[in-house]
């Protein structure tokens, strides 16, 4: 079984055509980055607002509350009552991007307004009293302080998707879910557990770049990569020093 899998893994034959492993590999990276831009544009300047100024946290409770709703069941739901009403692919592909930019923005939204909430008061009073108005303490101040938890959630919230989108091949998307999807339904194991595996691979390999971004643009304070400094004085002068 492991080898045939291997086999079906690297045979060039299921790599070409436009229901091939590429052309699916580009539809679920597609499906995915699209998703987590437009769960940022929402989740990202809501948990700015909410963490800044202190109103609206029940959003975020309402947020996580969905996470609760299933997946499965919300994606049949929706498209069985926008199929009448869009045409073509597109009573297919619409509803499954909007259950999965629903999944995408608990753990954004959440990220970015307990990034914010976290900053310490002492830093905000010493930026208020210097004379910095509300924005730019907000862009100066908390928003450094965000970074790393406000990625987290990204980061999250691309896993979910890159998994989540394989759910939605049962309402006609495309991308890896297919290899499921239809591996299932015609008893083809091979290519189902390769393409489980293509889906792992896949979370792992976007995952990366995220991982290296919040090491290159959060502060070493933050992240904890500053080097220990040793105080002097809580070690002894060596022997044999001058006097």
């Known amino acids: 079984m492991i080898g045939d899998i291997l086999q079906w893994l690297l045979s060039g034959q299921e790599w070409s055509g436009s229901s091939g492993i590429l052309a699916r590999l580009i539809e679920h990276i597609w499906y995915t980055l699209l998703v987590i831009?437009?769960?940022?544009?929402?989740?990202?300047?809501?948990?700015l607002w909410i963490g800044h100024t202190g109103?609206?946290?029940?959003?975020?409770?309402v947020a996580n509350a969905l996470r609760a709703i299933p997946t499965l069941g919300l994606l049949f739901a929706l498209t069985l009552v926008l199929l009448p009403?869009?045409?073509g692919s597109a009573a297919f592909v619409v509803p499954s991007i909007a259950v999965l930019v629903l999944l995408a923005v608990p753990p954004i939204l959440s990220g970015t307004y307990s990034g914010v909430e976290s900053t310490d008061p002492v830093?905000?009073?010493?930026?208020?009293?210097i004379g910095m108005t509300g924005p730019q303490v907000l862009r100066t101040v908390e928003v450094p302080?965000?970074?790393?938890?406000?990625?987290?959630?990204?980061?999250?919230?691309v896993l979910q998707v890159v998994a989540t989108a394989t759910i939605a091949a049962y309402v006609g998307l495309g991308g890896?879910?297919?290899?499921?999807?239809?591996?299932?339904?015609?008893?083809?194991?091979?290519?189902?557990?390769?393409g489980a595996i293509l889906v792992a691979l896949l979370a792992l390999a976007l995952d990366a770049p995220f991982a290296l971004l919040e090491r290159i643009v959060v502060s070493p304070g933050l992240s904890g990569r500053l080097p220990r400094t040793t105080d002097p004085s809580t070690h002894p002068a060596p022997a044999g020093g001058t006097s």
Do not use: E, K, N, Q
């Open 85 to 87: 009403h869009l045409p």
């Open 176 to 194: 890896l879910g297919r290899f499921l999807i239809d591996g299932l339904a015609t008893s083809d194991y091979v290519a189902t557990a390769g």
């Open 145 to 157: 302080i965000a970074l790393p938890l406000l990625i987290s959630g990204v980061r999250a919230a």
């Open 123 to 129: 830093a905000l009073d010493a930026a208020r009293g």
């Open 55 to 61: 109103r609206g946290r029940w959003m975020v409770t």
């Open 37 to 47: 831009v437009l769960a940022s544009l929402i989740a990202v300047p809501a948990g």
